[in-house]
């Protein structure tokens, strides 16, 4: 599985838009990219999913360079309530079954 | 809606004692994972399971085992509980295809004193 790099911690505005990077130098031909937030005291929850390019959704962005060798989600505009852990993983496409692994994470924290 | 429901929110047990925690989902998905979770640790995945009686190491196994013998249960087992195993324990389950969201539960919060 590729391993995963994203910074520990990030500070942001309320309204701010926010971009946090992850790195995955040994991604697969086969592996998606994959972000999950998690607020304190709940699990964490799916946000968005990409292959390449960009994908977007009510929640988030997300783009991925031609080389996939790196990805980043794009909060726009974050409130209070983005505050949260983001995790980035790796995930297989499809078939055999595979353990997600979910690192330390990038912790944000959104003030006024 | 999905739901993955662990059977304890918080629990207190004595050094030495056998804990079981449990977790169901009511999805029939194939997938189902125990992480534990610490400070400054991130989640740490412990057991997975792909299917009824399959299970698969992650990446902190030792101190555990897991059962599975009905799809909706995954049962995580700490044989002889000891203080270092304090922590929050969370389940997950997906659909066997790798390209799909985890659903977690609430978490149990464990306490060995």
């Known amino acids: 599985l590729a391993k995963t790099t994203q910074p520990i911690s990030m500070d942001s505005y309320e309204g701010q838009e926010v971009n946090i990077t992850c790195s995955h130098n040994?991604?697969?031909?086969?592996?998606?990219i994959t972000w999950y937030q998690q607020f304190p005291s709940q699990g964490p929850r799916f946000i968005i999913q990409?292959?390449?390019t960009k994908v977007t959704n009510e929640v988030a962005s997300l783009f991925i360079p031609a080389d996939r060798k790196s990805s980043t989600l794009s909060l726009p505009r974050v409130s209070l309530s983005d505050t949260a852990v983001y995790y980035c993983?790796?995930?297989?496409?499809?078939?055999?079954?595979?353990?997600?692994?979910f690192g330390t994470g990038t912790r944000l924290q959104v003030t006024l | 809606d999905v739901k993955v429901t662990q059977s304890s929110r918080y629990l207190v047990k004595r050094t030495g004692e056998k804990v079981f925690l449990e977790c169901v989902q009511d999805?029939?998905?194939?997938?189902m994972f125990w992480y534990r979770q610490d400070p400054g640790l991130g989640l740490r995945l412990i057991y997975f399971?792909?299917?009824?009686?399959?299970?698969e190491k992650g990446d902190i196994p030792e101190g555990y085992s897991v059962s599975r013998e009905k799809k909706e249960r995954f049962s995580l087992i700490l044989e002889s509980a000891s203080t270092n195993q304090t922590s929050m324990y969370l389940c997950?389950?997906?659909?066997?295809?790798?390209?799909?969201?985890?659903?977690f539960g609430q978490g149990t919060r464990l306490t060995v004193v």
């Open positions: 997950a389950s997906s659909p066997l295809a790798g390209v799909t969201e985890a659903f």
């Open positions: 040994n991604i697969a031909t086969n592996d998606y």
């Open positions: 990409g292959y390449k």
């Open positions: 993983l790796v995930v297989p496409r499809s078939g055999t079954a595979s353990k997600l692994t």
């Open positions: 999805m029939d998905h194939e997938n």
């Open positions: 399971s792909y299917d009824v009686k399959m299970k």
